[in-house]
């Protein structure tokens, strides 16, 4: 049985050539090579420049191990001097470390407090009043009551929106001057130029200091819009459009502020005759922003505001509260009945809840402050504004003040001063080990000197054994031959190996 033959068509042997979609050549090139591209060779004075800072760089070394760092006084000096100075620097040094330790959990004290978003929430007193012109009744020959046939275009109405910011006394002094007007009579109370005139005074005359120093906040700096809408007017044949304003894009830490963006009061002119009813709206302009809370999210943490951060910190906290962590792993969390109606599962994995919450935040809805326009005579001869108190989030005094202490420009250079005069001391702490050693040698010498020498001889002799690995020669103490007492390049001591041992224990302090 003969294998199957391949079925194929033979074709005629075809010229060597090239491939159509090949590329045309250009001409002869220099061929690239397709290895790593190798580093450039270092002329002659790059070199010597390396080698040099690798030599200063192992001096440095050399000096920081050599660098006395104790500054603690040897035992028994006290001993040897008069006076309490040995007891006095040990008790200063106490105090110094307990010193060092307050300043740095201070200091860190001071980074955890910088770090978190601290809020202090302060009243901004907003005053919403109206002026009248041109308005019929203001007509001369014309009485109160007559019947005016002219289309009203020349009557007009101006608004004036104005926001300032109280501080706790004006507070307190503007709370004990509603209760003394509520007791006395009526015809003290202020008008509305002579009541926005006096809060304007009293914080410029009671706060002249704390203006210069920090930059007085504004009402444009709390909202990021605001909008008047005339809600009865849209179903008429004249509706009017509403009045916008919107913040312009600044930066975070601009020097300066643009006009458009840097106001206490804002106002508009419109045309009418009759009495308007109007809704301001302000869009709140929070750093971080807070949002509302779904009323599910809202019952776990107790609260219907908060920002992004808070969020996440306060579920944490309430899962550690009711101790809902997995026993293996701590990342993982078993859900309660209240959890679970906010997620929607029975276990969650603890850092997705950043993206879990996200169905749970609401931007905050703007606030509303609803205002009547009048423009008859009756309100415009004793015009009264009309007052909001708004709770508004500012920065922390304190945290301003605790940042400015860290970027303190001279802390760098204090710590400098401080690192020498610690070298300092340990430079003088050293001396003072080594006249304490150089006492205990004389001391020992001058009371017996022919054994104190064949001593100190028998110990130089083992040092130099344990040096040069021949520890086994000897070196009793009563061994004293020329060969270890002999000194000079041509000596024991002055052998390469010992040399480079020596070196290496004065290199290490020893």
Same mark, same amino acid.
């Given at each position: ?169 004006? =507070?307190? +002094?503007?709370?004990?001057? &509603? $209760? %003394?007007?509520?007791? !006395? ?7 509305? @130029? ?124 309430? =899962?550690? +509260?009711?101790?809902?962590? &997995? $026993? %293996?792993?701590?990342? !993982? ?7 679970? @109606? ?133 070196? %009793? ?34």
């Amino acid at each position: 049985m003969t294998p199957m033959q391949q079925q194929y068509q033979r074709y005629p042997p075809q010229p060597p050539g090239r491939s159509p979609h090949a590329s045309a050549r250009r001409g002869p090139g220099p061929m690239v090579s397709g290895g790593h591209p190798q580093a450039p060779q270092m002329t002659p004075a790059q070199m010597q420049q390396q080698v040099a800072a690798a030599a200063q760089k192992s001096e440095l070394a050399k000096r920081r191990s050599r660098k006395p760092t104790d500054k603690s006084i040897p035992d028994g000096v006290e001993e040897l001097i008069i006076g309490d100075g040995v007891q006095r620097y040990k008790e200063l040094r106490d105090v110094e470390r307990r010193l060092d330790a307050a300043m740095m959990r201070k200091r860190l004290d001071i980074q955890d407090s910088v770090n978190r978003t601290v809020k202090r929430y302060k009243t901004l007193r907003v005053w919403i009043s109206n002026t009248a012109e041109n308005q019929p009744w203001q007509q001369q020959g014309l009485e109160e009551n007559a019947f005016d046939f002219n289309t009203g275009d020349g009557g007009s109405y101006r608004v004036k929106i104005e926001g300032r910011l109280l501080d706790d006394d004006d =507070i307190d +002094a503007l709370s004990d001057d &509603e $209760d %003394e007007s509520e007791e !006395g009579t009526k015809d003290t109370k202020p008008t509305n @130029a002579e009541a926005m005139e006096e809060d304007g005074d009293r914080e410029a005359s009671e706060k002249p200091a704390k203006t210069t120093q920090q930059t007085r906040k504004r009402l444009s700096h709390f909202f990021r819009g605001i909008s008047v809408t005339f809600p009865n007017r849209q179903n008429r044949q004249d509706p009017m459009p509403p009045i916008e304003w919107k913040k312009p894009s600044v930066l975070p830490n601009a020097p300066v502020l643009p006009a458009a963006a840097d106001f206490d009061c804002l106002e508009f002119e419109r045309k009418s005759d009759e009495n308007l009813n109007c809704i301001i709206q302000l869009v709140r302009d929070e750093h971080p922003e807070r949002y509302k809370l779904s009323p599910e999210l809202a019952e776990v943490l107790d609260t219907d505001e908060d920002d992004r951060a808070g969020v996440v910190m306060g579920i944490w906290e309430y =899962i550690k +509260a009711m101790n809902l962590q &997995e $026993d %293996e792993e701590k990342r !993982g969390v078993r859900c309660d009945e209240r959890l679970r @109606a906010v997620f929607k599962q029975e276990t969650l994995f603890f850092p997705t809840i950043s993206d879990l919450i996200n169905p749970h935040l609401k931007p905050l809805p703007p606030l509303s402050l609803p205002y009547t326009i009048r423009v008859d005579p009756a309100f415009q001869s004793k015009p009264e504004p009309t007052i909001y108190d708004i709770l508004v989030p500012l920065e922390d005094p304190l945290r301003l003040r605790m940042n400015a202490l860290l970027k303190d420009p001279l802390y760098p250079s204090t710590l400098r001063q401080l690192a020498s005069m610690d070298d300092q001391l340990a430079l003088l702490v050293q001396a003072i080990s080594h006249a304490k050693a150089k006492h205990g040698f004389f001391k020992a010498a001058s009371t017996d000197p022919v054994m104190f020498m064949r001593r100190w001889i028998g110990s130089q002799k083992r040092d130099l054994e344990t040096l040069i690995g021949e520890g086994g020669r000897g070196g %009793e103490v009563g061994d004293m031959g020329d060969e270890w007492r002999r000194g000079g390049k041509h000596g024991v001591w002055g052998r390469e190996e010992v040399q480079e041992a020596v070196g290496y224990r004065m290199a290490k302090g020893f």
